[in-house]
């Protein structure tokens, strides 16, 4: 999606009010970002927290700002950067952290950012995952406060239609229950679950924005007793099936039982791609296949 | 502004601090004193109006607000509230509320970045903005100090000054004893910053290393003070800390300023 986000910064944002900062990385993906902004590109070299408290700086001066680095150095090194310099200070700065959950695969744990999404939503920033390379902008058309976008890859299977962006989207029409899967997930998912008959599989909604009031009222009314499947490359602490079940309790919106897939960590204490990492959680398109059909 | 003026607009900010920590019954009264003399003559000289400020030692709020009072853009009324339950002033600044706070500071170690942003912006616009922000030397033992100031002299932002309080003392005993640094004028030399030092109980120092200005890099005034200056317990670690009773307060009060004092 990097290079989705990259073509469309250097389209639409290119004007003088507007920085790019990145903490030395965009090989191959931002090259011609640099050469469109000029000198309002910046990187700001191996220093997160410095890179943070400068994007302040430059957005209390009047500018628009865009912040960018692999998602942990992104939201964990300058955690107090962002609570202090940004949140406190009310900064609509747009956090890019590229490849959330374990999108870097085979890099290791310390690549991998499966707590962002509570992390900053627990800051009051705006949480969005885009699902496919369409999603980047309307995502960044609509930045009015601090904001985190988590990067992944567009899974979109060929055969899928591209859906028109919304924070939650409907992808396939089921009876036997509602599954909801944070961004890249709903591509992977369609693809495990769109040759079944409607009779079963679930409705398919990907979820793009965390946020308890952008849930629509169809989907609710889907819910009603049926089963909530909730799949996401993210911790269960804080993250979608947590924000879910908290509505749904607050709505005391009848409900049947939830079965949630969300990352575990390292569970065999091995390393390898996204794909590997997918597997051990059950997330990926197999395992999500299998966990609807035992239902049956 | 001639200096005796100012020499008598300060000694009424350093009586006003004194009775903010007297009322307050709040600590921090020695990283405030040691500091106030160079907040004070900033604000009241060496600023313009379009320049922005950013006190990083925020521990030093006290400090600010009276220099904000002074020139009346803090009520007395609303600087009595410091520390109170209800306030705008907060022992360390929440950013909000007050003019010329532009961050919630406190946490060390944020300054020199959010004064390096603003300070890029103002180059980038072609500003006349000169970005000042104030530090305390415990402070620059924060590696996102160096992470800002190698950025300030790639970016070549000489629309910046950083001040540091260099009073030898932080949190749990003396700068030396605690990294074997009582002076930090060689490492930021080293890394390319335009260095200057002054007394910061000598107002005409201060104005003068102020004036000091680099045209191709950050300017540093390294500013030797005493912590607690003109209290009972000047240059004590206890200054960090305790708040003044009656005695105290009243020694303070009658304490002469001594200049300079190295």
Redo the contacts between chains.
Sequence with gaps: MRRALAKEITAKWNH?DV?FLTGDLGFMALEEVRSALG??F?N??V?E??M????????????KVFVYSIAPFCYARPF??IR??IC??NLPICLIGNGGGYAYGPMGPTHHALEDCAAMSALGVRVLVPAFDEDIAPMLSSLTTATYLRLGYDERPAKMATPTYAPWRKLLTGSRGVLAALGPLGGVAWGALQDLPEEARPSLWVVSELGTQLIPTEFYEQLSDNSLYVIEEHVAAGGLGMHLAYAISQNKHPCGPLRHRYALGYPSGRYGSQSFHRAECGLDANSIRQMILSEL | MDIQVFEDIFEKARMRLLQLHYDSQTGHLGGNLSCLQALMALHHISMKQEDSFILSKGHAAGALYTTLWSLGKISDQELSTYGAEGTLLPIHP???GIPGL????G?L??G???????????K??TQPRHVYCVCSDGEWQE??CW??L??AV??KLDNLTIIIDQNGLQGFGTTQDVISCSDLSPRLIAFGASVHQASGHDSTSIINALGQRSTDRPNIVILNTIKGKGTHYEGQLESHYLPINKEQYDIAKASQRKRPVR
Excluded: C, W, Y
């Excluded at chain 1, 943070?52 to 500018?63: F, K, Q, S």
């Design positions: 003088p920085f000198t309002r910046v700001t070299g220093a927290q410095n943070v408290g400068i994007a302040a700086g430059l957005a209390r001066g009047g500018h107090e950067q202090n310099d406190m200070a | 929440s950013g909000k532009l961050f919630a500071t946490s170690g944020h020199p970045s959010l004064a390096a942003g603003l300070a890029l912006s103002a980038q616009r590696g996102s992470e800002a190698i950025f790639h970016q």
